[in-house]
């Protein structure tokens, strides 16, 4: 159960991200974070809200898939925050999940230390993040009938003992993957995440053709160590530093030429990973306003209640549309006291 405020307290949510299936928000208020149940420290929140489940059969079997996801992770040393889930049952008979993690400062966050960072800072957490995956990359390899798919981009990143005032990145740097909410794994050619949770981010009258003829191609790019590498060079253009991207492809070329898992992959060029963030921000954008019309009809003219959070404004100003370039975070606030 989620904590019971006190009668006279404030709160408001702060959004954290905008990603492609859910939100992520934060609490802010007394009563919303949590004693590190091994650390003993008092840790903030981070919530992500899934897209409802049709019984509580479908929820216990992704609560399972979530947690068997970061422990595989764990044992290939890519460590994720604290999590739990919760889950109610809707009035509707819908039943909802929330993801909860511990919540890090803005000065944690990768997408936004780069932003301060010099080039060869940056390109610092470029390889100490390449080889983070590394082993995930060869346990694919090793293990097809077993495969783990991983988003890398730089917004999924956080490193726990980085210090603005000593900004030097050590090459066994801790850092921790926080984008788990959708397990990622596929056994014997079936994932095992039920993919409808992607299909329901999409506006409805587009899910019949996503899920016939892009769903797998999507979903595919999740297990090529190559999409995944393009995916988080072309990130940091999404997050402030496009000059990066020369050095980064110079050394996302050197490290798949010394891998065993992607040696023989096409190299990148520069052209290649700007066209690619330029198409990936106009996808975004487009889908963004397909869900503001999608929710518009739905609530206006069907009377049913939209299960997606979105943002105020327009796609062109929503500040914390991660992946088309914004904020990604909310301003810096003071934690609980």
């Known amino acids: 159960m989620m904590n019971a ?10 959004i954290l991200g905008i990603g492609e299936i859910t939100t992520t928000i934060e609490v802010a208020g007394r009563w919303w974070g949590k004693v590190h ?5 008092w840790m903030r929140l981070a919530y992500k809200r899934m897209p409802p489940f049709d019984s509580q059969e479908d929820v216990e079997r992704y609560i399972r898939s979530h947690n068997e996801y970061q422990d595989l992770l764990a044992t290939l040393a890519i460590f994720t925050p604290w999590h739990d889930n919760l889950k109610y049952k ?9 993801n909860r993690q511990e919540r890090f400062t803005n000065l944690k966050v990768a997408c936004l230390i ?19 995956m590394a082993p995930m990359f060869e346990h694919n390899l090793a293990h097809p009938e077993k495969l783990i798919g991983f988003d890398g981009q730089i917004s999924n990143w956080v490193l726990p003992e980085f210090d603005p005032a000593n900004p030097r990145i050590l090459p066994g740097e801790p850092v921790l993957y926080i984008d788990t909410s959708t397990p ?4 014997d050619g079936v994932e095992q995440l039920d993919t ?3 299909l329901k981010s999409i506006p409805s009258l587009f ?11 999507v979903l595919d790019r999740y297990y090529i160590p190559r999409e995944v590498i393009l995916d988080l060079i072309a990130s940091y253009i999404t997050h402030g530093r496009p000059d990066m991207v020369p050095a980064l492809v110079e050394q996302a070329n050197r490290f798949m030429a010394a891998s065993g898992f992607a ?30 019309i999608d929710r518009y009809l739905g609530e206006r003219f069907f009377h049913k209640t939209y299960d997606q959070r979105l943002p105020h404004g327009s796609p062109s100003t929503w500040q914390n549309l991660v992946g088309a370039g914004g904020q990604g975070l909310t301003p810096e606030d003071d934690p609980p006291t």
């Open 196 to 198: 409808e949770l992607f």
């Open 5 to 14: 405020p006190e009668h006279n307290e404030s709160l408001s949510i702060n």
């Open 90 to 98: 809707r009035g509707d008979g819908k039943w909802i999940v929330y």
């Open 207 to 217: 899910r019949p053709i996503v899920r016939k003829f892009m769903l797998q191609q």
């Open 184 to 187: 990622l794994l596929r056994y």
């Open 37 to 41: 149940p091994r650390e003993k420290r």
């Open 263 to 292: 040696r023989t992959a096409l190299p990148f060029t520069i052209k290649a990973i700007r066209d690619y963030n330029k198409e990936d921000v106009l996808i975004w954008k487009f889908f963004r306003t397909l869900k503001r």
């Open 114 to 132: 780069i932003r301060e960072l010099p080039p060869e800072r940056c390109v610092e957490i470029f390889n100490l993040l390449l080889n983070v």
